[in-house]
């Protein structure tokens, strides 16, 4: 397979359709969490969960970097801008999170705070060198996919003596996250969610290989399959758990080979290591604090720390009322769950980072139509939109 169409193509998704009902025990339940919201929205957009068998259930996991961020670094990112009158740059996702008291980063930029949207940590870099006299702080947020460049970034500022570059670090880890999930109350004590088996991260493996979920394999005898993000991975990947539940087994399997080796990138994995150290702990939205999952800047590059360059004031902060994304990241309920979605809680108007994002479970319901009136439905042109309405 060489090409992104033979990824999705229809009659081989039949055929893995075809083989998951055949192999799946009717008289069990097979609940597969995806950890990626890139999974999620495959399962959304290319119907994949009405070719599965009525007791095969995908539990939605906590998404994306963005998702998981708690608003508390939103409002500190805030009081950064505010206290400081640094330039801020980051993703674009991020600007549109709702953060404490009604704010938003696009918010206080649309009041005068600079707030940049960059691609890439080299925009960041670009900006410091053009605007010497001012601070610049890249808001740096992602799985380990995004660690390497900025640990680049970092290095880059060193080696250029970019005074005026620094590095609000939001980086967090994906191992310790599924490990917390597995030892939540609500996993192992009420048994609220159900979870028999993971799709394991794409991307995220790409970089730190699938080795690393080998222990919380055998230690929760739960299976993992490393995942693409294509219709025909996620159906596969489905298969090859369905057929690890039915034998017993509980292995980290490799779907995604075309990407993914057992130890990663090497290269990477040293860089990221010189640069960034794990953190003893850190606050996931909906997980809580999660320790050692998440990584800080090491002491040799601690001049462009945000977080020691400038004194960050402790700020109390607070999700919008009623928005449940806190409990779809952990997999307790489905967006549809929340009396909010698509009515006060659009990609339009979001309340929660569930829906901002483009990997958010939420989005991921919204964005298909599947759970929208007719008039609301997206591939619909305005005429017939209108006729529907009328
Ligand atoms: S629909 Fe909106 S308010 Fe409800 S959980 Fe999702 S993001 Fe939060």
Request: glycine share 6%; proline share 7%.
């Amino acid at each position: 397979m060489k090409y992104i169409e033979e990824f999705r193509r229809h009659d081989l998704a039949q055929q893995l359709a075809q083989a998951i009902h055949d192999e799946a025990d009717s008289s069990r339940q097979y609940n597969l969490m995806e950890f990626c919201g890139g999974h999620t929205h495959a399962i959304f957009r290319y119907g994949v969960q009405d070719l599965m068998p009525a007791n095969e259930r995908f539990v939605h996991g906590p998404g994306c970097p963005v998702c998981v961020l708690p608003v508390k670094r939103i409002d500190e990112a805030i009081s950064l801008l505010h206290e400081h009158d640094v330039i801020l740059c980051t993703y674009g996702d991020l600007l549109r999170v709702p953060a404490s008291k009604r704010k938003s980063l696009m918010k206080v930029k649309a009041e005068g705070a600079d707030v940049r949207m960059v691609y890439s940590t080299q925009d960041a870099l670009r900006i410091a060198r053009d605007n010497p006299d001012r601070q610049v702080v890249f808001f740096a947020i992602g799985f380990e996919t995004t660690t390497p460049p900025t640990a680049v970034a970092i290095r880059q500022a060193q080696a250029e003596g970019l005074e005026n570059f620094s590095v609000f670090c939001n980086h967090v880890l994906t191992p310790a996250a599924i490990q917390n999930i597995l030892e939540s109350p609500e996993v192992r004590d009420i048994g609220a969610v159900s979870i028999d088996g993971f799709f394991g991260p794409s991307h995220v493996s790409s970089i730190i290989g699938s080795r690393p979920y080998e222990f919380f394999a055998e230690e929760f005898q739960r299976p993992v399959v490393i995942a693409g993000f294509e219709p025909l991975d996620v159906m596969q990947s489905a298969l090859m758990l369905v057929r690890q539940l039915n034998e017993g087994r509980h292995e980290v399997e490799n779907e995604y080979t075309r990407v993914v080796s057992r130890d990663g990138n090497l290269k990477a994995q040293r860089l990221v290591g010189e640069v960034l150290e794990l953190r003893r702990s850190f606050e996931w939205r909906g997980l809580g604090e999660v320790p050692y999952s998440a990584l800080k800047i090491k002491q040799p590059y601690a001049d462009f720390d945000a977080e020691r360059r400038f004194p960050i004031p402790v700020v109390s902060s607070s999700e919008v009322k009623g928005c449940e994304c806190p409990r779809i990241l952990r997999g307790v309920k489905k967006p549809t769950d929340c009396k909010l979605f698509g009515t006060v809680c659009t990609p339009e108007n979001p309340m929660g980072s569930c829906m901002v994002s483009s990997e958010g479970a939420c989005a991921a319901y919204w964005s298909y139509g599947r759970f929208r009136a007719p008039e609301q439905q997206p591939d619909q042109p305005p005429t017939q939109r209108q006729e529907a309405v009328a």
